[in-house]
């Protein structure tokens, strides 16, 4: 026993010794003792940083759609970017300062998960741009809310902007185009999780589908949404497709990022169904299942981020609010498999409608 | 001569005091780690120039320029490498700096920034060592406990939980409570598969990959549901100040009072396997579970215990992660420590001392990732390549006796000497 103490007691004193180290320096200011003085005549790359959610670089969703906005970007503008994975929640405050250190001048965080880490750090950094896609600021509501806890920032942040899209209009027409595909008079849409980016696609799209009932007088249902509480699991995506056709639909939008990859498995494998893709172009991103892709739901990303870039290149740069519309392309629907011209020209009509307010998608 | 009094030393008289000899028996068992870690890092560099670019564009004009390939061929890798430790260790010169500005002016940043890369790698290095630490226990037991993982997730919800559940308790109860919650709930999750063992002799392997996915789903669940925090997104409300482990430096600096604990609980764990009766049953069960009924243990007992301790000590690891570092548990809460604590265990020989320095090197290599990947472009998916490849060396070590031409019977020609 007496060995115990003698080690607890250094391991004490060790610890006295490291708190006093630590102590110290938190009592002393940390104000910058001179300002860096930067020369302003040679003109020096901006540098743009990518930091994805947990879905890594090439989740084939909007980590690597936005990431394309930023290599667009690089192309065009001689920006330098590049990207940091983040494959755990600790990674995202990480992974940011970073960049900070880098004294990157853009930085675009992916996800809502990193809207708090990001909304902390735009505070700390006044001089730093941020973009966050799926997010915006104020997002402090309630009072269970804690600024920098639960929630980022109770008021809008001058530095950030937040990239959001409505998704719902380009939902909205491949429910429209859906409604009038199918064979069996039912469709499915079914999530990730039951959160706003992703019932956003849902909504819009059962609206679609109502919308295409009331011009044609047909009677084509929605099967109850339901979702798999996760975003990865590929044999969900397979079940959940599945279980829609056993119940007659032939028609499934997975809304769950690689999830819906497993329907696509499915319905090409079973041949009794096709999917919508979200997010990017299912023909191209997933180009083995192009066969059974009826369209997709395109969340255009990298244009959101390549506009972000070409603010800051412009010096134009302001926080607040991207929304993605139809009508500005940040949202929009992919060709659609098998689509007679009527059909083609009936989207065209309703895109124009929605752009203009004479079709809601609500 | 101090050196080779140590190694003539009979190992029967080694386990009196607290020292390195159980971790350096003879410098033969050290060797062949450090040289699996050596070679890990060759073939890892060897990976990082044959994915490059330039270096592969440099090797197709080999014949006509052959310094150039071998030059590009060495850049890539010192750029790597050099942000790999640069990012894990930071640089002396800087710390140094910082210090010295410190002190004539008062200006802690150049300091707080110099400490970063490697507090970050001591953050990093801390849910390992408990994790490690919690595989090693069931080595010793004889039990291979694939489920740290699931215990780690079930730690951090117990862990969580705990902490925001109470607003007004004073931080001496609150923490303390905190991580209790998070032992209780990893110790419950370890229990099940080693009472199925030791009652049913279902095999724990089998048992704890399944609580590794029962976990996984339980917590989808519970952060879609019960555990959600108000608004959308599917994580837990934040912890209670008063259940925080208190940091040792301001932000950005995350480095925390976990670390100091899993030290400690490092030191009392080698004291509870190699100083107590507990401790040496259950070795004796892991040793030769047979021989140990014979002489009247209780297996059934040591089973269970082991797998509570080890469940408890994941537990602790997710409990050290959420109360120290993230305050909060989300999807995706953890990069599978669970799984790098099998190797971590592996590559210490299960011995505490060896678990906490194999986390601190798995905890540079997690830490420096990121620059590297930053500075070098190279994907964060090369470490869990140059970690695998330690591994296997380690877990076949006639590779490393074959390349390196070590004799394996040294150890025994000692002995018969003797």
């Not at chain 2, 310094?67 to 990012?87: D, H, K, P």
């Not at chain 2, 190797?343 to 060896?354: M, N, Q, T």
Request: hydrophobic share 50%.
């Amino acid at each position: 026993m007496k060995k115990l103490y003698t080690v607890l007691a250094v391991l004490l004193v060790a610890t006295m010794i490291l708190t006093a180290c630590g102590a110290k320096p938190t009592a002393a200011p940390a104000e910058p003792t001179a300002a860096p003085v930067e020369p302003t005549a040679a003109p020096v790359a901006i540098k743009v940083g990518q930091v994805t959610d947990l879905g890594g670089i090439d989740d084939k969703s909007f980590n690597a759609t936005a990431y394309a906005g930023v290599e667009k970007a690089a192309a065009d503008f001689g920006i330098t970017g590049k990207y940091l994975e983040s494959q755990q929640q600790s990674d995202y405050a990480k992974n940011i300062q970073q960049f900070l250190d880098e004294d990157t001048d853009l930085i675009v965080t992916v996800g809502f998960l990193l809207g708090v880490d990001t909304a902390t750090a735009a505070k700390a950094n006044p001089d730093t741009k941020f973009a966050i896609v799926d997010y915006s600021y104020p997002d402090c509501f309630g009072d269970t809310a804690v600024e920098g806890q639960t929630c980022g920032s109770a008021s809008e942040l001058s530095n950030v902007l937040g990239l959001t899209f409505q998704t719902d209009e380009a939902g909205f027409l491949a429910g429209y185009a859906a409604a009038a595909m199918t064979k069996t008079g039912k469709v499915a849409t079914f999530g990730g999780l039951e959160i706003p980016p992703v019932t956003i696609f849902m909504t819009g799209f059962e609206a679609g589908v109502k919308h295409y009932n009331t011009v044609h007088g047909t009677a084509v249902e929605v099967l109850p949404f339901t979702y798999t509480g996760n975003f990865e699991s590929t044999d969900d995506g397979r079940a959940f497709a599945e279980s829609f056709v056993q119940e007659g639909a032939d028609i499934v939008m997975p809304v769950a990022g690689p999830v819906g990859l497993g329907s696509a498995a499915y319905c090409k494998e079973s041949g009794s169904c096709m999917v919508i893709g979200v997010d990017n172009d299912w023909t191209v991103s997933a180009a083995e299942y192009k066969d059974i892709v009826l369209t997709s739901v395109l969340k255009n990303t990298n244009v959101a981020v390549y506009d972000a870039i070409k603010m800051i290149v412009d010096g134009t740069f302001k926080g607040g609010l991207y929304i993605g519309t139809l009508a500005n392309g940040g949202v929009g629907i992919a060709a659609v498999n098998g689509a007679s011209p009527e059909l083609l020209a009936e989207l065209e009509k309703l895109t124009a409608d929605i752009s203009s307010g004479a079709v809601k998608v609500k | 001569m101090t050196d080779k009094t140590v190694k003539d030393t009979p190992s029967g008289k080694q386990d009196k005091k607290f020292d390195l000899r159980h971790i350096f028996e003879g410098s033969y068992s050290t060797l062949l780690p450090l040289l699996a870690i050596f070679t890990g890092l060759v073939i890892g560099a060897i990976v990082i120039a044959a994915t490059d670019a330039t270096v592969i564009a440099a090797w197709q004009n080999f014949f006509q320029a052959p310094g150039a390939a071998l030059a590009a061929t060495w850049t890539s890798i010192a750029v790597a490498y050099g942000a790999l430790f640069g990012g894990s260790l930071g640089s002396p010169a800087e710390i140094f700096a910082g210090i010295q500005t410190y002190f004539s002016t008062g200006d802690s940043a150049a300091f707080m920034k110099a400490i970063y890369p490697i507090t970050e790698s001591l953050v990093t290095a801390t849910p390992y060592i408990f994790a490690g630490l919690a595989v090693a226990v069931g080595f010793r037991c004889g039990l291979f406990n694939i489920g740290a993982e699931g215990q780690f997730f079930m730690g951090a919800l117990g862990s969580v939980f705990v902490g925001y559940s109470f607003s007004s308790l004073p931080a001496i109860i609150h923490l303390p409570l905190a991580l209790l919650g998070g032992i209780a709930a990893g110790a419950l999750w370890g229990a099940v598969p080693g009472y199925l063992k030791a009652k049913f002799g279902a095999h724990e392997v089998v048992n704890t990959i399944m609580m590794n996915w029962i976990g996984f789903r339980l917590s989808d669940w519970l952060l879609n549901g019960p555990m959600k925090s108000p608004g959308f997104r599917p994580v837990t409300r934040n912890i209670a100040e008063a259940a925080e482990l208190p940091h040792f430096f301001p932000d950005p600096l995350r480095l925390n009072w976990g670390f100091i604990l899993a030290l400690l609980v490092a030191w009392l764990i080698y004291w509870l396997l190699f100083k107590t009766t507990i401790g040496f049953e259950i070795r004796t069960v892991g040793a030769n579970p047979d021989a140990a009924k014979y002489a009247g243990v209780n297996i059934v007992r040591n089973f269970v215990l082991a797998m509570v301790i080890s469940g408890g000590l994941a537990g602790l690891s997710g409990a050290s992660q959420v109360l120290g570092v993230d305050h909060w548990v989300g999807q995706g809460f953890s990069a599978g420590y669970g799984f790098d604590a099998i190797a971590i265990a592996l590559l210490g020989k299960s011995h505490p001392l060896g678990v906490v320095l194999s986390a601190l090197l798995f905890g540079v290599l997690r830490g420096g990732a990121t620059r590297m990947q930053s500075l070098a472009g190279i994907p964060v998916d090369i470490i869990s390549i140059i970690q695998g490849l330690v591994i296997v060396f380690v877990a076949a070590p006639d590779i490393i006796r074959w390349l390196y031409r070590i004799r394996p019977a040294e150890k025994h020609a000692l002995q018969s000497r003797g």
